[in-house]
């Protein structure tokens, strides 16, 4: 399986069964291998989180230095599972381990990463998910010394015009609407 047989895209909730297929294929090809950052034939999986207030209206996003991108909170798995990863990350960088994930998976997402350094052009298997948190409450102060911001769900697509963040916004604007 080489990467140009993988189709690169994100998918809402919707349609997460053919981009699951693609994860389970990857999971065929490497098996647990492709949990590791090293794996890059067609890339490896990671895990994320993104921050939602309580009336889905806003969003806390990153900057991420290394991709000069504002986006949710991740990381590479080394070896854990997409979900510890999220938790791992999310403590990590947004400084309060209060904060909950939630469960199901929120987004599955493969995208292009281009080469830097030692590491060849590769694809990142995303697995997004969820966490809740109080807008009205002061955000912490990062241990990594990451920088991070409240967003309108509309400032947020201005900010970062990823594929990926569009489908994560158009997903809360559903679940708004529930």
């Known amino acids: 399986m080489g990467s140009d047989s993988i ?3 994100s998918l809402t ?10 994860f389970l294929d990857l999971l065929a090809f490497a098996g647990e291998k492709c949990l ?8 490896h999986i990671t895990g994320s989180c993104l921050i939602v207030n309580y009336s889905l209206t806003k969003v806390v996003l990153m900057y991420h230095k290394k991709s000069q991108l504002w986006c949710q909170f991740g990381g590479h798995c080394d070896g854990y599972s997409p979900y510890l990863t999220a938790i791992k990350e999310l403590n990590e960088e947004f400084g309060d381990d209060s904060i909950e994930i939630e469960r199901p998976v929120f987004l599955l997402d493969i995208h292009p990463v281009e080469a830097r350094g030692n590491e060849p052009k590769h694809l990142h298997y995303d697995v997004n ?3 809740f948190y109080d807008d009205r409450i002061s ?8 920088i991070f911001y409240w967003f309108s769900l509309d400032k947020a697509l201005v900010m970062n015009e990823t594929v990926a963040l569009n489908k994560m ?9 529930l």
Do not use: C, W
């Open 169 to 177: 916004v158009t997903n809360i604007r559903m679940m708004k609407e």
């Open 129 to 131: 998910y969820l966490a």
């Open 13 to 22: 909730v919707g349609d997460m069964d053919s981009t699951k297929q693609q």
């Open 36 to 43: 590791y950052r090293d794996h890059f034939n067609p890339g």
């Open 7 to 9: 189709r690169t895209h």
């Open 139 to 146: 955000l912490p102060i990062s241990p990594e010394g990451i």
